[in-house]
């Protein structure tokens, strides 16, 4: 009955007060203690403070919306003013009367009365432009207009307005203007027809008679048809220029080219110094007379072509210099070729005269671009691959640097070997993220190129396999160790209880000998250390050939490859030495 009686507030209108209410019958009837209800009702607070957060957070951005849309309209009011020169406008409300909403409705029967305003405006400025646009055709004997002129919208003020008008007067300053225009495209004429060696008047004459220097400076011709006609010649002579500077680069290529091929000494390269000077040279840095005349041009070429039959006669030499530079491509990216068949096969083919020098050599330069791309193609990953090496060199001396009881006594050298470990443990600990990395990069590689990607020969995911399995056996045996040590520390633990003192640590632990594998043979005392050395591991993992003898041909993954974390290496310096008993 009494709980019918707390549930009657709840049958009708839910409040706040009484689902406290409510709460307070549960509690009573549970017995709370206050300290659980005041908690209770501190949590109810806060979530309560929490709705009201949002509450505020939402009505706080739907005002700013408001106020961005309110500052955009005012900001776009603003640029028409400023655009048709206005400095106020008769209707625009106060900026602080009324709410938002209000003054967004407000403004904008005001824009749209701009923006009329604004197109009207625009149509004078262009009929304006056009006016001096006809005027200006008709100065330079063509009356047809041919093109709208654009408006600048930025600025529809009147005074901008009265100067255009204005402008219709000054027209008879263009005079000057373009004769300083003609003066400068003859400059620029007679300074190109100097560098490619031809006949300046002559073809400047051809553009307009009046333009040589007999006659005087104002009766030369300034009309539109003359600047264009200059603008022509002057655009043609730069692109005569320009092939012919490209002409000469390529012949001057060509001759470095040959000359590396067959030694030619200096003295026989110098006579040819004006064409391979220019060999890295931009078209505005030629500026020497006669540097790209034909007749120069012609002399490169007679030379290229002597050069071109003289190398042909010297074909084996030059092609096995070529054969040198694909094998080193190759060997730099880890590629594995036969280069002896490779030779033979050049041989074959210039012995038997069945393919002409010039291809041969294109067909070993086709193969050098080849090569170079799929050098740069491997270059990321082949970088990955010597960090990997790297590192599992370092954690093989780490190994060696661990098993060393001494390495903490002042000798010499100590404390750099100290520095190098913690290095060490550092470089370590990146093997795994590296071979990740290098598994997902050349299966990337392998997709893209659908071959398999090979480090001198073998499989590279052959060699991260490998990695894999040694690093698992390696856990396997870190595993092992704990637990073999788990035992140790029991079986100590056992004797303690039975004879009421730990054993001296020089002493056996118990008739019993625990069988397992002992770092570096085993301690002093007796006691396995926590890591073990897997030079026998290390040994199987090499390849060896058929006859038992090490294929030091086969490049192997690193023997050493499971990375140690600062607190295995840190349990490992510990675990090497022999650990006291408490008497």
Known sequence: ??????????????????????????????GENDEERDKMLLQLEQECLDVYKRKVDQAVKSRAHLL???????????????????????????????TIKEQLAAIAPMLEQLWKQKEERVKEFSDVQSQIQRICGEIAGNSSLSEVPSVDEADLSLKKLDEFQGRLQELQKEKSERLHKVLDFVSTVHDLCAVLGMDFFSTVTEVHPSLNDSTGVQSKSISNDTLSRLAKT???????????????????TQ????????????????????????????????????????????????????????????????AFKRQAELEEIFARA?????????????????????????????????QIARAKEEAFSRRDILDKVEKWMSACEEESWLEDYNRDENRYNSSRGAHLNLKRAEKARILVNKIPALVDTLVAKTRAWEEEHGIPFAYDGVPLLAMLDEYAMLRHDREEEKRRMRDHKKFHEQLNTEQEAIFGSRPSPGRPVGPKKVVGPR???????????????????????????????????????????????KEDATSHVSGTDPEPFSP
């Open 1 to 30: 009955m009494a709980v019918a009686d707390a549930e009657n507030p709840l049958l009708g209108e839910t409040t706040c007060g009484s689902l406290l209410q409510k709460l307070q019958q549960i509690w009573d009837e549970v």
């Open 68 to 98: 961005q849309a309110l500052a955009d309209a005012q900001l776009e009011l603003s640029h028409l003013l400023s655009a048709l020169g206005e400095k106020s406008f008769v209707g625009i409300p106060d900026k602080t009367s009324g």
């Open 234 to 252: 002057v655009l043609a002579l730069k692109e005569d220029k320009k092939q012919r500077l490209r002409k000469l680069q390529e012949l001057a």
């Open 255 to 318: 001759l470095i080219d040959l000359w590396n091929l067959m030694d030619t000494p200096d003295e026989e390269r110098s006579l040819f110094d004006h064409v391979t000077c220019n060999i890295s040279a931009s078209v505005d840095e030629v500026t020497i007379p006669g540097a790209l005349a034909l007749d120069l041009i012609e002399q490169a070429e007679v030379e290229v072509e002597r050069l071109d039959q003289l190398k042909a006669s010297r074909m084996k030499e030059i």
């Open 334 to 366: 880890h590629i594995e070729i036969d280069p002896e068949v490779a030779r033979a096969k050049i041989m074959a083919l210039i012995d038997s005269g069945d393919i002409e020098p010039s291809e041969l050599l294109a067909d070993m330069d086709n």
């Open 519 to 565: 770092a570096n043979g085993g301690g002093a005392n007796g006691t396995p250390g926590r890591r073990l050395s897997l030079n026998a591991n290390q040994n199987g993992a090499r390849s060896t050939s058929k006859d038992g003898k090490r294929d030091n041909t086969r490049p192997v993954a690193p023997v050493n490859y499971v990375a140690i974390s």
